[in-house]
């Protein structure tokens, strides 16, 4: 299923993206798209009933914005240098573990909203990731496959960051990855039913038209399976924590001097195959 959320912001509401590209209202059926419907198997259930029956009632799409397609997340776990030839692009060692940082909720918008260039950011660059949503509380898992097991599905992602604050102002990565408006999400939460394979989706990402990412899962240094495992040891996932996993080569960061970065009324786009594609222009905070 393509689960979504549409409506101005602060307001959405839970909808369906149909086989036939139909949009449908979840209103009636759910309270919205979270954590607890994602845990809930029957209520699931009863949506995939409702959609396969055609008892969804019709949205009109059109000037409708979508949100982002998840409401109530925990936490978002994201995992840095992830895919082989990002690392090389900026030269670091491949890492031997994942290396974690954390972004708050609130830097979450919709996959069309504005992204906002923080005050004296130089150095604000793109990263288009696979975001993971789990979907069963994960403690202490011993495989790779249990790992897959507690996934609820996978969206687009788009882990905005600043160089200068993530790099060269000390400290963590962290204040370069929190900014207002630094991780636009979706269109669509896709359910894991319907990506047979997450390490086999193409990722591609545009700055004013000019392609600058195009990139596989398959180049991912530690697979989805492996970093819900690894991460399930050091902290408990629950329903609605969401993964960022990492972005392939071809950032700003990666480029030769001067290199690209970000400035206001830029245009980013970015796709992964079957998961949809986002679309933002950026003005100075």
Request: overall charge negative.
């Amino acid at each position: 299923m393509k689960l979504l959320r549409v409506g101005t912001a602060g307001a959405e509401r839970p909808a369906l993206l149909d086989g036939n590209g139909t949009l449908r209202d979840l209103s009636g059926l759910v309270t919205d798209i979270d954590g607890a419907l994602l845990a809930d198997e029957s209520a699931l259930a009863r949506v995939r009933a409702a959609a396969a029956a055609g008892d969804l009632p019709e949205l009109d799409a059109e000037g409708l914005r979508t949100g982002p397609p998840l409401t109530g997340i925990g936490k978002i776990l994201c995992i840095g240098l992830n895919y082989h030839d990002h690392a090389t692009e900026t030269g670091a060692d491949i890492p031997t573990e994942p290396i974690l940082f954390f972004k708050a909720p609130d830097t979450v918008v919709g996959p069309e909203d504005t992204v906002l260039v923080p005050r004296n950011s130089v150095k604000t660059d793109w990263e288009v990731e696979l975001a993971v949503v789990i979907g069963r509380t994960a403690r202490y898992l011993e495989s790779a496959e249990e790992g897959l097991a507690h996934v609820a599905g996978y969206a687009t992602a788009h882990d905005v960051s600043e160089r200068e604050f993530q790099i060269e102002r000390g400290g963590t990565w962290d204040k370069g990855k929190n900014c207002e408006t630094f991780n636009p999400l979706g269109p669509w939460l896709v359910t894991a039913d319907e990506v047979p394979d997450p390490q086999a989706l193409s990722l591609k990402l545009w700055v004013n038209g000019e392609l600058k990412q195009d990139g596989t899962t398959a180049d991912q240094i530690f697979p989805v399976g492996e970093v819900v495992r690894y991460l399930s040891h050091f902290m408990t996932l629950y329903p609605g924590d969401v993964i960022n996993t990492g972005t392939p080569a071809g950032v700003a960061l990666g480029q030769p001097e001067p290199k690209p970065y970000l400035r206001a009324g830029d245009v980013v786009e970015l796709e992964i195959v079957g998961l949809g594609r986002q679309r933002q222009q950026l003005k100075d905070a």
